[in-house]
């Protein structure tokens, strides 16, 4: 802005020493055209900029506050996913209960059931397996 009024003030003593005074008038109005556009551009740069700082530190002390509130949350979140896991666990386990006991006989891999059997026995050992180490995961945090 210095600069720009220095070279306005330069070019209108300019103007006045000169013969044609009219032509000199309209070649620096044309000039304070130009040199008022790259100020309003300057101006513009510096307003997004002190804006963007801005934006950067609102985000920064957000997400300081938050910090504790997202460690909370997570082992929460752990905690939760373990419980339903667990009530998984416990579906397979009773429909395990509910197979009928001749069927765990000598010969069940023959039998009616034995896919069921294999299948349920999997599953809650599967999401036996998943509960706990949600549960473990969420004490090392």
Avoid: C
């Avoid at 032509?23 to 307003?47: D, F, S």
């Avoid at 963007?52 to 939760?80: D, Q, S, Y």
């Amino acid at each position: 802005m210095r600069l720009a009024g220095r070279l306005a003030g330069e070019r209108l003593q300019a103007a006045a020493n000169s013969p044609n005074p009219v032509a000199q008038a309209q070649a620096l109005a044309q000039e304070a055209q130009g040199l008022r556009t790259q100020a309003n551009q300057a101006a513009r740069q510096v307003a997004v900029q002190a804006g963007g700082k801005a934006a950067k530190a609102a985000g920064r002390g957000i997400l300081g506050f938050l910090r504790p509130f997202t460690r909370v949350g997570h082992i929460l979140w752990l905690e939760v996913t373990g419980v339903f896991f667990g009530l998984f666990t416990l579906w397979f386990a009773v429909d395990l209960d509910r197979i009928p006991h001749t069927a765990y006989a000598p010969g069940w891999l023959s039998g009616p059931y034995h896919q069921r059997i294999l299948m349920d026995a999997g599953l809650a050992l599967l999401f036996t397996y998943l509960a706990l180490s949600s549960f473990w995961r969420a004490r090392r945090r």
